[in-house]
């Protein structure tokens, strides 16, 4: 399992356009992958449980991916979350 801490900087957090970037990157990969947010773990590949999380502006997330290509995917999904989610 590969795992990293990231905070979401994004004005509104990671809630509908954020969040389905977020969906989207990760469908890309093969593993597991799970986000953990407020002492909760959910899919990061499904929109609505992510958006159950209710992730706001400067909310510490962690993500975490287990399988083949584990490192890459939690590389580029925090990357993205760094990046503003490219905005």
């Known amino acids: 399992m590969h795992q990293a801490k990231v905070i979401v900087r994004h004005e509104v957090g990671l809630h509908a356009r954020p969040a ?15 986000i953990t947010a407020k002492g ?5 590949k499904s929109m609505v449980l992510l958006l159950t999380l209710a992730v706001g502006k400067n909310t510490e997330i962690e993500v975490a991916a287990e399988g083949e290509d584990e490192q890459e995917a939690v590389t580029a999904l925090v990357g993205l979350v760094e990046r503003n989610f490219e905005e």
């Not at 389905?20 to 799970?34: D, G, W």
């Not at 909760?40 to 990061?44: D, P, R």
């Open 20 to 34: 389905a970037q977020f969906v989207k990157l990760a469908k890309q990969f093969k593993s597991n992958i799970t």
């Open 40 to 44: 909760k773990t959910v899919n990061a």
